[in-house]
C-alpha cells in the first residue's frame, strides 16, 4: 500500500522512494480484496510457500515442497503439480485425484510449513519495522500491532498505505486517536504502511530494490543515490513502471534512461 510541501517519494511494485509531507492529499480509495478470498477466507497458496504433503501409509510419497516461480511443486508419481492460487485443500483433493491411479483411496494431508508468498511492509515509526508474512487477512491496525505499535515520534497526519501505484484513503488520527473503525481498512499481500517521523522527513525506497529502506531526506540526496544506498534494482524490477511520487504526483522521471542510458538529466533531486 497515503503533504507537507515539497514531499517526494517513488512507490509500488517498481523501485520507488518518498519523502513524507506532513499533509496528506486526498488519496483513492482502497481497493476491494478478490471475492474468492473475502468469501472463503482461507489461505491461498503463492510462490515461495513451504507445504508438507503426506499419504497416509506410504511413508516415500511424503514430502516437503516449495512452491516455485511459476506456481508448481514437483510430486512423486505425478510430476509437477499446480499449487499457487490454491487452498491447501484444493491442493489435497487435486493431489488425491492425481495419484489415485496409483494409490487406493488415498488420504492425503496438505499443511502450509511456511508462509512466504504474502508479505507487507511496515515502515517508519513502529517498533519493529520491516517485512511481514501473513498467514491470515488481516486490517491495519493488526498490523501496526505485529509490528510492535507506533512510536512517540510517528506523523499520524502523514502516515499512509500504499497500494500498487496508489495510495489507500485512511485517516491514521482518526483510526488510533478517535477509535474511528471506518479507518481500519484490510490489508493486502505487497501493501506498504508508512508511517513518519513527526521531526524528520523521510525518503522511502521501495518495491524492486535490493534493501527497501527509509531514509533521512538529506541535502542533495539524488535519485541514484537512494537507489543504491538501498543495494541497486533487483532483476525484477520493472523500469517503465516506476515512478518518483511528490505531493501524490509522478515526476517526468524515466528510470529506463537513467539506468540503461546514463541519463544524468534524469538523476533528479529528492525533497
Known sequence: MPRPPDATEAAGTP??????????????????????????????????????????????????QVVRPGGFIAFPLVGSVKASDLTPEELRAQIANKISRYVKDPQVTVIVKAYNSRKISVLGEVKTPGLLRLSTDITLLEALSRAGGINEDADLVGSRVLRGHQLVATDF?????????????????????????????????????????????????????????????????????????????????SFDKLVRLGDATQNVLLQ
Open 173 to 253: 488520527v482518526k483510526l488510533l486517536k478517535q477509535g474511528d473503525a471506518g479507518q481500519n481498512i484490510p490489508i493486502q499481500p505487497g501493501d506498504v504502511i508508512l508511517v513518519p517521523n513527526v521531526k524528520d522527513k523521510k525518503v522511502f525506497v521501495l518495491g524492486q530494490v535490493t534493501r527497501p529502506l527509509v531514509l533521512a531526506l538529506t541535502p542533495g540526496l539524488s535519485l541514484i543515490e537512494s537507489i543504491s544506498r538501498a543495494g541497486g534494482l533487483t532483476e525484477d524490477a520493472d523500469l517503465d513502471g516506476a515512478l518518483v511520487l511528490r505531493d501524490g504526483r509522478p515526476l517526468p522521471v
Open 15 to 64: 523501485p520507488v522512494a518518498q519523502a513524507v509531507p506532513e499533509r496528506p492529499s486526498v488519496p483513492p480509495p482502497p481497493a476491494i480484496p478478490t471475492e474468492r478470498a473475502a468469501a472463503k477466507g482461507d489461505y491461498v497458496l503463492g510462490e515461495d510457500d513451504e507445504v508438507e504433503i503426506s499419504v497416509y501409509g506410504n511413508p516415500d510419497l511424503s514430502k516437503t
